[in-house]
Structures are given as C-alpha cells and as structure tokens.
C-alpha cells in the first residue's frame, strides 16, 4: 500500500522536512500522506512549490497549490525562478534551478522528499540506456542522498504509478495535470506517453520489472567498487600516475579513470571520449599540449578535462 512506503523508508519526523510540492500527482499524494502523521510532527512538515514561469498556467498552478496546503494545514514556500537552458534542454535547466533552491532551503539534518516512483525509474534507465550509458547508469534513481546541507529521500520509488493514481481517487484528490507532460517532442514523454504503455501490455508491470534489476544492478556494483577500490584505489584521484596506470589492461584503465573523475565531481564521459583519452594518453606519448575535453549536454554535472604534466594524468573541471 502507498501509506506503507513511508514506513520503509527512513524519514526523521523529528526534523524539519520538507516535500518539493508540484502540484501534481505524485507530489500530491506524498503531501497529503505526510498531512495524517500524529499532529505533534505536523509543525515539521513544509511543502515547497518552485514557480519555473514557463507556463501561462504558473499562477493558477500555485494558487493550486496553496489551497490544497491549506487544507492540509501544512505551511507552504513558493520560490520563482527563471530558466535559462544554456544549451543544455529545458526539462534539464528547470531541474537544476529547482536543485538550487532546495539547496538553499536546507539547513543541516533537514529532510527533502520527492515523489519519484518506479515508473520514474524505468523511464530514466531507459533515457540512460539510450543515451549509451555505463554500467552505474544502471542503478537508476537514488533514494537517498545529500543535497546541500540536508538529505533528499524517495519515498515511492518502489511504487508504480498506477498505485499512486489509484490513491488520489480514493481520496478524492484534485492534482495539476501539466498539459506539456503530453508533449510528445520530449524524449522522456515519448517514453512515457508511447513506448511505456506499448511494453506493459506485453510484458505487465514491465516498470518494476526495470526496477527489480536496478536493485540487482546497485547491489553489484557497490561490491565490484569496494574490490576495485581495495586493490587500484591508490591510483584513482585528481592526480594518477600514468606509468602506473599503463601497467593495466584497457578496462581497468578505463575504471581508474571513471572512479577518479567521479570522485573530481565531474561529468563521466561517454565512451567516445573515454576512447579518445586512451588514445591519446595511453597509446601514445603524451606532451603538456595533449588534452582531452568533455562536457554533458545537460549540463547537469560540470565538464571535466584531462591533461598531461610530469608523468601524471591531471583531472580538472574544464
């Protein structure tokens, strides 16, 4: 049931917690779960709706929403943002400004939940799989991590969307419907419109069948890590010793080379560019004018950039 997600996951009700409020359906049945706790925890709960004017519904989205937190007597914060997509996609920009202002919120043990559920999930790994992701694309979506001061935590990530719709009529739940959610020219709505409900009429509950492996997928590679780490972990960092390095086969090279840029907290390159970097640095000599670039076209990690200096591969934001 969805009132039993909540018991599954670890939220403090002690702290402060706040639910990124859309208006939508999922956000919507997360907030009017939070809304029955025991009423001494209610003073916790804050719901936060990110005005991202780009809709000329934007104002009646938020007096949507206000209405229904004051039915639920949970205390609401409207923030505005405007979005530049810098070449990165709308859907991405709109993301990371509504990031930065959960960021900001968030003061330290403060809790954030999204309403992410698993068809979420299975549309992301899908995106990734077609993007050409690696293997830690696989992993899907997390239910829990820092964001700024505080942690964000998933709830519903192992909740279809079917179960969360179902809850909002028996409770006779009002939600926003965003008529750009039907806007076909967007990758993850064509997925989401097209080809999601193609696959589940063939294969039923083809969404958790996604998730199942997702679960599967972390579990493994949380264990290759802790073994890769334990035996080359002295050579993944900002720094890497290129003679070391060219002890190793190719593959393991390649590992060295994802675990130290992910630990520079920057964008992992394709596998193009991955080829382009042994090519240049392992498979020829390299100069202090080799270098090798790269970016993310979302744009939602910085781009990093590889150079060679006295033996030693140098990682650093581009």
Same mark, same amino acid.
């Given at each position: 049931m969805l009132s039993q997600s909540l018991l599954r996951v670890t939220v403090n009700l002690n702290q402060k917690i706040f639910v990124g409020f859309s208006g939508g359906p999922d956000s919507s049945a997360l907030l009017h779960l939070l809304s029955k706790v025991d009423s001494k925890f209610l003073g916790n709960i804050k719901a936060i709706h990110i005005n991202h004017n780009l809709s000329k519904n934007s104002s009646a989205w938020a007096e949507h929403c206000k209405d229904f937190c004051s039915k639920c007597n949970i205390d609401l914060i409207i923030e505005s943002v405007h979005i530049n997509s810098d070449g990165g996609g709308i859907e991405s920009a709109a993301r990371r400004a509504r990031f930065e202002v959960f960021k900001n919120i968030l003061e330290e043990d403060n809790q954030i939940l999204l309403?992410?559920?698993? #068809?979420?999930?299975? +549309? @992301?790994?899908? &995106?990734? /799989? !077609?993007?050409? @992701?690696?293997? +830690?694309? !696989?992993n899907g979506i997390e239910q829990y991590r820092k964001l700024g001061s505080g942690t964000l935590i998933r709830p519903f990530l192992d909740i279809p969307k079917k179960e969360i719709l179902n809850y909002l009529k028996d409770h006779n739940i009002n939600y926003i419907e965003d008529d750009s959610n039907k806007v076909n020219d967007f990758d993850r709505n064509f997925l989401r419109n097209e080809i999601f409900? /193609? /696959? #589940?009429?063939?294969? %039923? %509950?083809?969404?958790?069948? $996604?998730?199942? &492996?997702?679960? $599967?997928?972390? +579990?493994? %590679?949380? %264990?290759? @890590?802790?073994?890769?780490? +334990?035996?080359?972990g002295e050579l993944v960092g900002h720094k890497i010793d290129i003679n070391k390095l060219k002890t190793l086969q190719e593959s393991l090279i390649i590992d060295v080379l994802r675990y130290s840029i992910n630990v520079c907290n920057l964008a992992v390159p394709n596998s193009k560019i991955m080829k382009e970097i042994i090519k240049t640095f392992i498979n020829s000599d390299p100069g202090p004018k080799s270098q090798v670039s790269w970016s993310r076209s979302d744009k939602e990690e910085p781009g990093g950039s590889i150079t060679y200096k006295n033996g030693f591969l140098l990682i650093s934001k581009k």
């Open positions: 309403g992410h559920h698993s #068809d979420d999930v299975a +549309e @992301t790994i899908l &995106m990734r /799989l !077609l993007r050409g @992701t690696g293997v +830690e694309g !696989l409900p /193609l /696959l #589940d009429s063939r294969w %039923n %509950n083809f969404a958790q069948r $996604i998730n199942s &492996m997702s679960h $599967i997928v972390q +579990e493994r %590679n949380v %264990n290759y @890590t802790n073994l890769f780490l +334990e035996k080359y």
